[in-house]
């Protein structure tokens, strides 16, 4: 089965939004840009560079197939770029190019690029990423009404009128952990904590309102580590014989929070760290 390039156009993006942090260069992975005809035409991985007010338009095609580009591929990239206002073109293979290729890509001012894996880096010595993360097991929530009423969560309402939740009731636990995570142990397992919740709530029995006299959160959480391993690959342009950067990427996945850490040198040799967050899916 072909490989459709999305894991390199992935790759691709998240080390171009890496050399772009700090920038005015906006990434965009895929895009749909309108041809001659109004035809939707997608490109892998786009850039707009913003100067005062010119703007620049760079797109990326990830070829990521079993063999060198050749020209048919060149081809159709240039026209491609042509028909819907790309102002420069890259593309960029995991198997590099043909010599033909190469030859129609420079004539078309279409810059060739590799992005090479390599087994590490003598400036990198991790081979993982170690992230040590706090999540919630379960909450639970004690009520206590005087007189005694036996009263569910979703008959309880909060302070702003609205009926509570269990998406509510987790949403309280995490927001907890999260404002007292320097005072909770570190130790890694299971914890749990208990915290009174003010103000409390209210029920309505037979059109009349009830209000708590106290009500506890009991939260138990998990300290664990997760690790990630880091992917390392060589971004260069073979046609100048020139290393463009080398880059460490792990892929990052804890609850809701997706992002991908990117170690990288600068042109001074300083190590460059970086949290790129997953775009969020349309």
Not at 185 to 192: S, V
Not at 206 to 213: I, P, S
Not at 221 to 246: C, L, S, V
């Amino acid at each position: 089965m072909a490989n459709d390039g999305k894991d390199l156009q992935c790759l691709i993006r998240i080390i171009e939004s890496a050399r772009a942090v700090g920038t005015d260069i906006k990434i965009e992975s895929p895009k749909f840009i309108a041809d001659r005809v109004g035809k939707q035409r997608e490109h892998d991985v786009v850039l707009t560079i913003t100067h005062d007010h010119h703007e620049l338009v760079v797109a990326l095609e990830c070829r990521d197939r079993s063999r060198p580009v050749g020209v048919d591929a060149v081809e159709a990239f240039y026209t491609k770029c042509q028909d819907t206002g790309i102002h420069s073109g890259v593309i960029v293979s995991s198997k590099g190019f043909y010599k033909t290729a190469r030859t129609k890509a420079e004539h078309c001012s279409i810059r060739c690029l590799t992005l090479d894996e390599a087994e590490g880096f003598n400036w990198f010595k991790p081979t993982e990423l170690n992230v040590i993360s706090r999540e919630v097991v379960q909450a639970r929530l004690f009520v206590a009404f005087d007189p005694f009423l036996d009263v569910q969560i979703s008959d309880l309402i909060d302070s702003t009128g609205n009926l509570l939740t269990n998406e509510a009731v987790n949403a309280t636990a995490c927001a907890y952990l999260d404002s007292n995570r320097t005072q909770l142990p570190k130790e890694l397992g299971k914890h749990e904590i208990h915290f009174d919740i003010l103000p409390g709530f209210s029920t309505v029995i037979d059109g009349v309102t009830h209000h708590t006299t106290r009500v506890v959160m009991a939260v138990e959480y998990e300290n664990k580590i997760t690790r990630w391993p880091f992917q390392f690959r060589d971004y260069r342009d073979h046609d100048k014989d020139g290393k463009i950067a080398q880059y460490a990427v792990a892929n990052i996945s804890i609850g809701n929070f997706k992002a991908d850490f990117v170690a990288s040198t600068d042109p001074h040799g300083a190590m460059v760290i970086s949290i790129i967050p997953t775009p969020s899916k349309s």
